[in-house]
């Protein structure tokens, strides 16, 4: 009776431990993915200044998508199998760049890019834009552990970074520069990631 | 095919003073001048804030990552009824630290009053100094039982309980700074008990104001997890209704802007938890 209650105390006990513990398999996805990475997140910049949009894939199989469509005054949200005929429809009818997109979305299926998105921020109260991807990479994943995804900020200036690699807010402090909350960690003098349980 | 269609009025029909009132209250201003109360507002981004309020009054932009969205529909509600009561309000706050809005006195604490233009990476709210005041000293002053281990501000607090609304307080916050009826269905965890919930926003939404508590992590997936937990995360102004081909498209106010979205009539009912209808 003690065993079979030891017993089960050490599978909980393994199951809680262990919930806390995703692990990506690989430690250098930028590098190995860079040329198609930077191939989408160029992509991106082309095409959203024209028409401004934002995508992401709202499945584990990449199928489904759900897109963003933003103007002035309003933002359109719709999903759309990628495979649905809809979908080209809705980018012909807003006036989006149909071949544009699909390529983009063919790029993100291989590259596994979860979320594809243009942020503002301000520096010294003047505008300034970044690109954010989101990657799906592959984990080992244990029961309650949450999940987990890289964020790739792309910057279009040089960036400012402390002795630990940590993005900085300028030059001038030490103050970090959360994005969404995040810490971001340097790859480039313009590109850095984090880790995050949510995609965007 | 059947098509239906409602559209919001213009909101609170029964307002307290102008938009033109306002803009001539905010050019009298000497807008140049600097507080002592708060240290980190810029004066002009301060007044130049103000002047966007009034004139754009639906670009209030609650930040990105914020609990800040009940405060941004409360927003949207105010400059509807009372733009002059509002702009007169913030200059009170500005010069004197403290302010009366519609009966409710507020002193904010020093803490907040130094936070004000700190806020950073939250999209245009950086430089819109007078919605960080606006939406900091709200979260500072309106308590619920969210914010019960939360009621002091500390840095990086806009993101956190300390700035969350659950329904009650929501539904207090509007009554006490808006002055009208409101009347809700719906809780925190429980779904509305509303039969025909489309049918219900239909016949609302012509003669009132109709706000939504909803679960937003439904419609705005954030991790691929099939399990989620349903929770309401987010208020929004329902400003139009329409059904087609058993799809419900949804136009509604939340974050500087208006979204159109469709959902089907199942989703309609999984995402909402509170019916908020304000008297117009």
Same mark, same amino acid.
């Given at each position: 009776m003690i065993r079979h209650g030891l017993f089960i105390f050490l599978i909980i006990y393994f199951l809680l431990t262990a919930s806390c513990s995703t692990k990506?398999? =690989?430690?250098?996805y930028y590098q190995e993915q860079k040329e198609n990475l930077d191939n989408i997140e160029r992509s991106y910049e082309k095409l959203n200044p024209i028409n401004p949009f934002s995508l992401a894939f709202t499945d584990k199989e990449f199928r489904i998508i759900s897109l963003e469509m933003i103007s002035d005054t309003l933002t359109r949200i719709y999903e759309f199998n990628v495979s649905e005929k809809r979908l080209a429809d809705t980018l012909l009818k807003y006036n989006y760049d149909t071949a544009g997109i699909y390529y983009l979305l063919r790029k993100m299926q291989q590259t596994k890019v979860t979320w594809i998105n243009n942020f503002d921020y301000y520096v010294n109260d003047q505008p300034q834009q970044l690109i954010i991807l989101s990657i799906k990479p592959v984990t080992i994943r244990y029961i309650f552990s949450p999940p987990k995804y890289i964020a790739l900020a792309y910057f279009r200036t040089e960036q400012f970074f402390d002795e630990k690699g940590r993005l900085l807010d300028s030059r001038r402090t030490k103050q970090l520069r959360k994005i969404k909350g995040q810490v971001f960690y340097k790859i480039t003098d313009r590109i850095c990631y984090t880790i995050t349980e949510k995609y965007r | 095919m059947s098509k239906e269609k409602c559209i919001a009025n213009d909101?609170? =029909?029964? #307002?307290?003073?102008t938009k033109k009132e306002a803009l001539e209250f905010l050019d009298k201003i000497d807008q140049k001048k600097e507080s002592t109360h708060w240290p980190n507002i810029k004066p002009k981004l301060f007044y130049d804030n103000l002047k966007l309020n009034l004139e754009k009054p639906m670009s209030f932009y609650p930040g990105r =990552? #914020?609990?800040?969205c009940a405060y941004g529909a409360l927003s949207y509600l105010i400059m509807e009824k009372d733009p002059l009561g509002y702009v007169k309000f913030m200059n009170d706050l500005y010069e004197k630290g403290e302010a009366i809005f519609n009966k409710n006195n507020f002193k904010p604490s020093t803490a907040v009053m130094e936070a004000a233009g700190t806020l950073k990476f939250k999209g245009v709210l950086d430089i819109r100094h007078a919605e960080q005041m606006w939406f900091l000293v709200l979260a500072d002053k309106f308590k619920g039982y969210l914010n019960f281990f939360d009621k002091k501000f500390n840095?990086?607090?806009?993101? #956190?309980?300390?700035?969350a609304t659950n329904l009650a307080k929501f539904d207090r916050m509007v009554g006490k700074m808006c002055g009208t009826h409101v009347k809700a269905v719906g809780s925190d965890l429980i779904k509305p008990w509303v039969k025909n919930v489309y049918s219900y926003l239909e016949k609302r939404i012509d003669s009132n104001i109709v706000s939504l508590y909803i679960n937003n992590r439904i419609i705005h997936?954030?991790?691929?997890?099939?399990?989620?937990?349903?929770i309401p995360t987010h208020f929004i102004i329902l400003r139009q209704i329409r059904k087609e081909n058993n799809m419900i498209t949804l136009r509604y106010w939340d974050y500087g802007g208006e979204t159109e979205m469709q959902i089907t009539n199942r989703t309609l009912k999984k995402i909402i938890f509170g019916i908020i209808t304000i008297d117009k």
């Open positions: 990506i398999i =690989s430690n250098n | 909101l609170l =029909s029964k #307002t307290n003073s =990552s #914020t609990n800040f840095e990086g607090d806009e993101n #956190t309980f300390w700035a997936k954030k991790n691929h997890d099939k399990v989620k937990f349903s």
